[in-house]
């Protein structure tokens, strides 16, 4: 399988970290850091969204740049980033995209579902989101 058309996959435990940290800030965007091993998340990292808006997000820069250095000191390399869309859409935005800095990561997508949220995880390919699995496991 390519790496392009590779999912992630990653705990329930670190899912509920994420899902608990998208909750805990809205009606803002959340954000945050996955980093692993090849396919397999490991750790999952929120930061601060620096903008404290409800529909775009900017990584508090001291904060994204020790999580950066967390992931290298324990060997684990960016695997993807996540963000909250609180009032939609669902997928990656046109801003999302054009401000997708680390083009190699998996992008993660939190938005409203029912009572509670729901994840999608993209790969991107010359400008465009591409969706690919993200595999929950106990």
């Known amino acids: 399988m390519d790496e392009l058309s590779q999912g992630l996959r990653i705990s329930a435990n670190l899912y509920a970290c994420m899902l608990s940290d998208v909750s805990l800030r809205a009606p803002l965007e959340a954000c945050g850091l996955l980093g692993g091993v090849g396919d397999l998340c490991l750790a999952v990292i ?56 680390y083009p190699e990561a998996a992008h993660l997508i939190w938005s409203p579902s029912g009572a509670g949220w729901e994840c999608r995880c993209y790969r991107l390919l010359d400008g465009r989101a591409l969706p690919v699995p993200l595999r929950v496991f106990q």
């Open 46 to 101: 929120p930061v601060t969204n620096a903008l404290q808006s409800r529909v775009r997000f900017r990584m508090q820069p001291v904060e994204q740049l020790r999580a950066f250095l967390l992931l290298e000191g324990h060997g684990l390399s960016l695997l993807g980033i996540y963000h909250s869309h609180p009032a939609g859409p669902e997928g990656m935005s046109a801003l999302d995209l054009a401000e997708a800095y």
